[in-house]
């Protein structure tokens, strides 16, 4: 199994019925989002975001950075 880019991870996160559930399915509509790249690329698509879209992008990333890689086995 491969790593997960962040749009990947978040399209799982959808189901979750919290406020990155609800992140994530916004995400999903958007034609412009990086389909991958680190936390820099991430931080310019939101630098005019509102400030709760981009506490919950925070709150996205760090629980994807947490995520673990998955195993070789």
Request: a negative charge; hydrophobic letters at 40%; aromatic letters at 14%.
């Amino acid at each position: 199994m491969a790593t997960l880019t962040f749009p990947e991870w978040l399209s799982e996160q959808q189901d979750r019925g919290d406020e990155v559930a609800a992140f994530a399915k916004e995400v999903a509509h958007l034609t412009d989002f990086p389909e991958s790249g680190g936390k820099a690329i991430y931080d310019g698509y939101f630098e005019t975001a509102l400030p709760a879209l981009r506490t919950v992008f925070e709150r996205a990333w760090e629980e994807f950075a947490a995520h673990p890689e998955p195993s070789a086995s």
